[in-house]
């Protein structure tokens, strides 16, 4: 069966309902350019999502060599065919009239183009004269969640072998790096060890500050597809604002930003209490559950529901569904990574698990999320604040046994101090002693908080700052020299999702121009600085994407994440297929810790751990006396209130955070005609009580100011909690009139103007959810509505007070249905 669908509008398209331990059915979701067709198609070309975690298996259509649509894998294991919104329309913008295609280089204070001698020729000029005046230390990175594995492996081999530098960090900084922290926390290691699997089977799913419909679509429709079948999960989430996954659940928490720990002391508070522990797992498999159970012996319900502004019945409600669990599966994402105690709140979901015994089985798991849709390969290769295998720093075997790999001394591999997190890079940049800075794939001065601090940091004349990109971002606006980029469609190479899936995304088209794929520039570089091995070889001994992979098997060989037995074609026959892969799991690895916890011991684990509170790592002793046989950690946090709170001047708290329809700082998705129309510009959410309270009605123009900065945007009157804005952070100003930054007299339109500078001890992820903020009127609407949907979180406050958000004949969608399953009259995507 076939049918279409306007999936701005309907964004999860239509159900096909299944019940629990049931395989979900086939949904086959299509978009093509207009007046094209199936049958003009003269390739389909393997790929996977770009503009968000979920790897989602798809096709590229191309004829004449140009991309003109995409399809969904329907024998994928991630999305049985279906695709998000972004996923169907993003491809749009590879073929995005300013594109860069030519590098550029500043001369006189201007961009002017050049060819790619100069631009390698000034890079390399530059990295080789601080080497010998300044030394490594004085040459950072900082790169994406969105290149390919093979692209990050080489960049950290030329950086941390090459260089010698210890300051590289991903942008993942920003999204996910708790997920890594508090995996590593708790099991030793990263690796996921859910699966999206155990959303079949799962009888409970508890989403912690993890908006699904909105980051992880595809997902969503999984999860709507169960709660119209037979036996459908209970759902609990916990989020401030009136989600879709909140109208849907069970139970719905919405604390007071900052006081995640405190609610989840409180549950597991109650689960201890009513005695719904799995001893012998306990005994089994975990140390430290007295600790836990010590710190959440006070943690009432009504002890919490002071702190967090919930009703302590919600609060017993909620543990009462948890603690009846039979298959738990617990998701967590930015609004706990992003928030007040983020390692110390996202190690208690955990715990949750841990005390339950909820791992290893089918439905019973834990996914701490990523955001981006490499995130999972900047942490498995080395390119933000680990080494590559999950191989741990302070382990001097592990770096020998890194050095083997790369053939050098190990003690060329900087591992004095832990790896530079991206903020102390910014900061070192500040303080002068690091001059130069290579950006690669993301837009710091849009996605960093405070961002009057930060666009003069880039502005620095003694700072020399590249910018690899495909558009002349606000970042690349402040480079000395912009080298311009291939993107998905236009490369081949692997990324691995959230649950570990690995897929192959091969080259559809040629990039426009004199763009070049990231790991060609990355090779470039490598051969111009002639970096060689302890014997005299080429320290980066690979040329192309396949033996780049080959090469990076190598250093994955017996650590968590073995790629061993992957190659580029058997991910082109197959999909999608989960690490571990070797020859002991030929096929992939559906769940971890299925027999106990692998990789905790003290002579293998990633970490020794660190001190919740404080970040302070903990000595290869301390953890070998508390650990000494490898098992999973249960780590208590007590609450500590936010250091930032509201006052009279700055009554709210303000939080930001990602709509549906556009990804990051929108340099793909705002080229989209059709997911810009429907988020074309920043507005401002308040719930109905604050808005009345002021005097501010629906579409007014606003202000929001915290102690940092200002931004201006119109009002949406939502169900948001009471005291709460929220802001959406995509929004620069690329596309604004004048195209660049305010000059600090007008307020911007930017988010992070107003974010504050601080991260959590542990992760040293950024806290976007923290600030305290005023609002106040600029001026009236006259009935003009926000810029924002109304399909999504941001929904108004009473259906039909603004027009609905809808894509129109440009946004529809082919579905194709296998065995007949969807059902017309509960085809509805809520």
């Not at 530098?165 to 859910?194: I, M, V, W, Y």
């Not at 039979?326 to 706990?336: D, F, K, P």
């Not at 098997?553 to 197959?574: E, N």
């Amino acid at each position: 069966m076939n049918t279409t669908t306007d999936r701005i509008a309907r964004p999860w398209g239509p159900r096909t309902a299944y019940g629990r331990g049931e395989p979900w059915p086939v949904r086959v979701d299509t978009f093509l350019s207009h007046g094209v067709t199936e049958a003009q198609v003269q390739r389909w070309v393997r790929a996977a999502s770009i503009l968000h975690s979920d790897g989602d298996a798809m096709d590229i259509a191309v004829i004449d060599g140009r991309m003109v649509g995409v399809r969904g894998r329907a024998d994928d294991r991630v999305n049985h065919g279906r695709l998000g919104p972004k996923d169907l329309f993003g491809w749009q913008a590879n073929a995005s009239p300013d594109r860069l295609t030519r590098p550029l280089v500043r001369e006189g204070g201007r961009l002017v183009e050049t060819d790619w001698d100069t631009a390698m020729g000034r890079i390399v000029f530059r990295t080789q004269e601080l080497l010998r005046e300044r030394g490594p230390g004085s040459i950072g990175f900082h790169t994406s969640g969105q290149l390919f594995l093979e692209e990050y492996y080489t960049l950290a081999t030329m950086a941390r072998a090459g260089i010698g530098t210890n300051h590289l960090d991903g942008n993942t900084r920003l999204c996910t790096a708790t997920a890594a922290e508090a995996l590593k926390e708790s099991f030793g290691c990263d690796g996921q060890p859910g699966s999206y699997d155990d959303i079949d089977h799962a009888d409970v799913i508890a989403l912690f500050g993890h908006n699904i419909a909105e980051t992880q679509p595809v997902q969503w429709m999984r999860i709507l597809d169960r709660l119209q079948g037979a036996d459908p999960p209970r759902l609990l989430c916990v989020d401030p604002r009136p989600t879709p996954v909140a109208r849907r659940a069970a139970v719905h928490p919405a604390p007071r930003a900052g006081t995640n720990v405190a609610l989840l002391n409180a549950l597991l508070h109650e689960v201890v209490r009513t005695g719904r522990i799995d001893h012998d797992y306990l005994a089994a498999h975990t140390v430290g559950f007295d600790g836990l159970r010590a710190q959440v012996e006070e943690c009432t319900p009504r002890w919490a529901a002071d702190i967090c502004d919930v009703p302590a019945a919600r609060i017993e409600e909620a543990a009462e569904v948890l603690g009846t669990a039979e298959r738990l599966l617990s998701t967590v994402l930015q609004g706990v990574y992003q928030s007040h105690q983020a390692t110390a709140a996202a190690v208690q979901v955990n715990n949750l698990h841990l005390i339950r015994g909820m791992l290893g089985r089918p439905g019973a798991g834990v996914l701490q999320m990523n955001g981006q849709p490499t995130a999972q390969n900047t942490r498995e290769c080395g390119a933000d604040g680990d080494l590559p295998g999950f191989r741990n720093w302070q382990n001097e075997e592990h770096v020998a046994d890194l050095a083997r790999v790369w053939n050098v001394e190990p003690d060329r591999i900087p591992h004095y101090a832990p790896p530079t997190h991206a903020m102390q890079i910014f900061r070192y940049a500040e303080q002068g002693s690091l001059r130069m800075l290579w950006i690669s794939g993301t837009n710091p001065a849009v996605s960093l908080p405070e961002l009057a601090r930060i666009r003069p940091i880039l502005s620095q004349e003694r700072l020399f700052t590249v910018v690899q990109d495909l558009f002349l971002t606000e970042t690349a606006q402040l480079a000395d020299v912009v080298l311009p980029a291939a993107t998905w469609g236009e490369k081949t190479g692997t990324f691995t999702n959230a649950d570990r899936t690995v897929h192959l995304s091969d080259q559809a088209v040629e990039p426009p121009g004199e763009a070049r794929p990231d790991l060609d520039i990355f090779l470039d570089f490598a051969a111009r600085m002639d970096f060689r091995d302890k014997d005299g070889g080429p320290l980066v001994h690979w040329h192309d994407p396949r033996s780049a992979f080959e090469a990076w098997k190598r250093c994955s060989a017996g650590r968590p994440c073995d790629y061993t037995g992957l190659d580029h074609d058997l991910l082109r026959r197959a999909g999608g297929i989960q690490w571990p892969c070797n020859e002991h799991a030929p096929g992939g690895t559906e769940r971890l810790y299925t027999d106990g916890i692998s990789w905790a011991h003290p002579d293998t684990c990633e970490t020794y751990g660190k001190d919740l509170e404080t970040g302070a790592a903990d000595s290869a002793t301390d953890y070998r006396a508390c650990n000494p046989t490898g098992k999973a950690m249960i780590k208590a946090a007590a609450y500590r209130p936010p250091r930032e709170q509201p006052d009279d001047s700055h009554p709210f708290q303000l939080t930001t955070g990602r709509t549906l329809y556009h990804f990051h700082t929108r340099t793909k998705t705002g080229r989209t005609p059709q997911l810009n129309a429907a988020a074309p510009d920043v507005w401002v959410e308040a719930s109905a009580a604050d808005a009345a309270e002021l005097g501010l009605e629906e579409g007014d123009l606003v202000e929001v100011a915290s102690r940092r900065g200002a931004l201006r945007g119109r009002l949406r009157v939502t169900g948001i909690r009471r005291g709460l804005l929220f802001v959406p952070f995509h929004y620069g100003y690329w596309d604004t009139p004048a195209g660049n930054a305010p000059d600090g007299t007008t307020p911007g339109r930017a988010a992070n103007e107003t974010t504050v500078t601080d991260w959590d001890p542990a992760s040293k992820q950024r806290l976007f959810k923290t600030a305290s903020a005023s609002l106040s009127l600029v001026e009236r609407g006259n009935g003009t509505p926000a810029p924002a949907p109304t399909t999504t979180a941001s929904a108004p406050v009473g259906p039909g007070t603004v027009p609905a958000t809808e894509g129109g004949p440009t946004a529809r969608a082919t579905h194709i249905f296998e065995n007949e399953r969807y059902d017309a009259e509960a085809g509805d995507d809520e």
